[in-house]
Every structure is written in C-alpha cells, then in structure tokens.
C-alpha cells in the first residue's frame, strides 16, 4: 500500500502527477493500447511520496521513505527528485541510502535538470546510480546535469549512466498520455533495468548491479555527461559472450576390467615344515 512522509497528506495520492508519470515508465502494462509499456510490465509498484503537492519535500521526508522502503522489501528505488546543484548530499539521506544498499536495495538517482552547473544531491552520492538523460539523437540533453566536482567525502560523485529522457511517454494521473522531458523520466528506465535483473536473480545486491550496468556498453568512463555510456538493456541482461582461453582436455584412458570368478575354498590343515638354511 505505501506510505507517505508529508505532513498534512497521510495518503499516496499523487496530486502532483510527477510520481505517477515516472511509476509508469517502469511499470506500465501492455497490449492494451495505450501507446506506451514499462520497461518490467509485470512488476509491483509500491509509492513511497516524499514530495507534496507542488513537488517539493524536505530532506527529512526523503530519508525516512527510503528507510520504510528498505525495511519493507522494495527490491529497486527509483527516485526522481533532487536537490540544488553543487550542494552536497544531506547527511541523514545519504545515512538513509547507505541503510538501504545494506538491505540489499538497489537505489536509482535522477542526475538533475541543472544542466552543465549541475552535480544535484543525492545523484552525486557515490554509492548510488545517477542517472542523466538523452534525446533520439542519443546525444545529452541539454538540460541534464554534469555529475563532477569534489564536494567532500562520498560526494563527488561521477555519472553512472545515461537514458532516454526527452519525449518520452507516460499518462499524468488523470489517464492521459503525456511526452515528458528530464532526467526524472530517464531515471525509471534503468531502474526499471534493474528490477528486470532483480527478477532473474533476486540476490544481486546494488554495487553488483551498478557493475553490470557500468559494464554494459562496453566502454570506459566517457565524460561527466554521459557516464559510462547509453544504456543497453539488452546488453545488460545478456552480456556479449566471451570466447574462453582454450584449454587441453585429458584423455581418456580404458581401464582393464578384471573379472572375479568364484574359487572353491579349501580347508588346509597345518603341517610341519623344515626350514633348510642355504649357505653360500
């Protein structure tokens, strides 16, 4: 059922719509003609709302709906919501975060809409996937925020990944469908990459997650725009083979089988023997 951790709105609702747009991003039913289907159609959305009305939320609230999120087995975050660029990540959130990850979460961070004077908490928390966005081009968008910078302890984070996020479609919580823009809705794509992995192998942890994802585009770190790339979620739940190093396989050798057969005991009776010493 949720939970929500704003005072004054005791329920989930989503009078904002912000939520809603991106829990359909990652979750969206298909077939039935809506123009649009999640990334893992099949998976079970529960809403943790930490932000109110207006979109906006203190650190407190945040912190606290990761904390009930960990301890009610979410398997994936995805969390669409930042604070101001160049600022670092609040202590009780990223104390929240670090909870979550023990809890064997995986924990999904929108980069921000800051653009080049980017670098939003808590994307730019080291341990988490921040995420930044593209367009059809596949080039960055122009408002997706540089992930860089040395902001103290694990606040200098670096890009992780990149997604779609311009034009893509959602409904707003009044049923219509929507083409949205930001990195809130390039967020729910790889978070939505990670459920699909969570749901081949529930006991991938996040920094495992992380790895294949980094991994998945077969490329270095690029830049603090792109990460380590696009992702590819095909890549990601299968990972180009690689030919192994050939090795020398023993062979075979037959073993002579020997065959017992049945021999009639005797019963021997002792007798007395001269041992004769033979001297040379």
Request: aromatic share 6%.
């Amino acid at each position: 059922n949720g939970a929500s951790f704003i005072v004054g709105q005791p329920t989930t609702f989503d009078e904002y719509g912000h939520g809603t747009a991106c829990a359909l991003v990652v979750g969206a039913s298909t077939n039935n003609s809506s123009k649009m289907a999640g990334v893992t159609w099949d998976c079970k959305i529960c809403p943790v709302k930490v932000l109110d009305s207006a979109g906006a939320g203190p650190w407190s609230a945040l912190a606290a709906g990761i904390l009930w999120a960990a301890d009610n087995n979410c398997d994936v975050l995805s969390c669409s919501c930042s604070g101001g660029p160049n600022t670092p990540t609040d202590s009780g959130v990223a104390a929240a975060i670090d909870y979550a990850i023990s809890k064997n979460c995986v924990i999904v961070f929108a980069a921000g809409n800051s653009g080049s004077g980017g670098n939003n908490p808590p994307a730019n928390y080291s341990p988490v996937i921040s995420v930044g966005a593209v367009d059809k081009e596949r080039k960055i968008a122009s408002f997706s925020s540089l992930q860089s910078g040395s902001l103290g302890g694990k606040s200098n984070n670096k890009m992780t990944i990149c997604a779609p996020g311009v034009d893509v479609l959602t409904m707003d919580h009044f049923d219509g469908v929507v083409s949205a823009n930001g990195t809130s809705f390039a967020c729910p794509i790889v978070a939505g990459c990670c459920a699909l992995l969570k749901s081949i192998n529930k006991n991938l942890n996040h920094n495992q997650i992380k790895s294949m994802i980094e991994t998945s585009t077969g490329s270095s770190y690029i830049n603090d725009f792109l990460g380590f790339g696009i992702l590819d979620i095909k890549n990601v739940l299968n990972p180009p083979s690689i030919s192994p190093t050939p090795t020398v396989t023993p062979t075979a050798t037959a073993t002579p089988t020997v065959t017992k057969t049945n021999t009639p005991t005797k019963s021997v009776t002792p007798t007395k023997t001269t041992t004769s010493t033979v001297t040379p």
